[in-house]
């Protein structure tokens, strides 16, 4: 997907008034089309931002006009007992301490369990892998990877959760925008506790927390088909039962609710990428389809990445398990 910078953006309205009299309408139209894209991505990221600043402002106690990653660092600081330079050096190592900590964990592959799975991400020191701080990513990175909370501010879902959330950046946005009841899922103990912690400091009262294991074991009855709306990105190829997990998470849609699903299950090897995932690389629809889900044709404000997708239960989860 290509767009001009922000700071660009002047000059691509001057450039296409510049074809656009030359009659040069051919260059003039993907000029335009540029300016259209960047601006749709400059309202996805400026939503976001102005959804989560003022509760990040009472989650620090930071005056008005402080920067988001000054609030980001500060919050980090304030949850690990640190100070923001601490934690500003540790997320800078994050790529190197997980690159070391998987090969040390994944050294061969098919010695590997989900209880040793779930022991590495339960070992990483706060904040190594925490994703709240994808809010300090550049407009462009922010808008695809919220695209999620774009069809949420349309579809306007009652209740609507977040498989494999992480830190619950996704679902503090939809719990403070409109929908009433959000759910966390994440195979993580130290996200999920972190994300308890800053949804009590932001004051966001709707986001309930649940163990990915408990969730794939015995999925709580309150859960079961509750939720009218689902979120699930570039969590599956970190899986180690996809078969199960996808069972899970659709077992929480209620029947015509609606997934916004993407994995990256080819892109091996890659740090925490199990290589037993990569069969579903192509897959995906099939994958969701053994578990009620069909893919359905969506309209966003700028073209998607190639594997996100939308899905639409069609089935109930008592069907499927029959079939």
Not at 126 to 134: A, E, I, L, N, Q
Not at 222 to 243: A, N, Q, Y
Not at 244 to 268: C, E, I, N, P
């Amino acid at each position: 997907m290509s767009i001009l910078n922000p700071e660009d953006l002047s000059r691509g309205c001057i450039h296409f008034q510049d074809q656009y009299r030359k009659l040069n309408f051919g260059a003039a139209q993907k000029i335009l089309a540029l300016i259209e894209q960047t601006v749709q991505v400059e309202k996805v990221a400026l939503k976001i931002r102005e959804a989560i600043y003022p509760r990040l402002l009472v989650a620090v106690g930071a005056p008005q006009g402080t920067s988001i990653p000054d609030l980001i660092w500060q919050l980090y600081a304030i949850y690990a007992k640190s100070t923001p330079a601490e934690m500003m050096t540790l997320a800078a190592q994050t790529g190197e301490i997980f690159d070391t900590g998987w090969k040390n964990l994944a050294a061969d592959e098919d010695d590997l369990s989900a209880d040793t799975l779930k022991s590495f991400y339960d070992s990483l020191a706060f904040p190594v892998g925490c994703t709240f701080r994808k809010l300090i990513s550049d407009n462009l990175q922010l808008a695809l990877q919220a695209l999620p909370f774009w069809a949420v501010t349309h579809i306007k879902p009652k209740a609507a959760f977040d498989f494999g959330g992480n830190s619950g950046l996704m679902t503090t946005l939809m719990a403070t925008t409109g929908t009433g009841r959000c759910l966390l899922v994440d195979f993580s103990s130290k996200m999920l506790d972190f994300a308890r912690w800053k949804d009590r400091r932001m004051g966001v009262t709707n986001v309930e927390c649940l163990e990915l294991d408990v969730a794939m074991s015995s999925l709580p009855h309150p859960f079961k088909e509750s939720f009218d709306f689902g979120v699930c990105t570039e969590v599956m190829e970190h899986i180690f039962d996809v078969e199960k997990a996808v069972a899970a998470m659709a077992a929480l849609l209620k029947k015509d609710g609606l997934l916004f699903f993407s994995a990256s299950f080819g892109h091996y090897p890659y740090p925490s990428h199990l290589r037993r995932n990569v069969v579903f690389a192509g897959k995906e629809d099939d994958l969701l389809r053994r578990h009620g889900l069909q893919p359905v044709d969506a309209s966003f404000p700028f073209p998607m990445a190639p594997n996100q997708k939308l899905y639409k239960k069609v089935v109930s989860s008592t069907s499927t398990h029959r079939r």
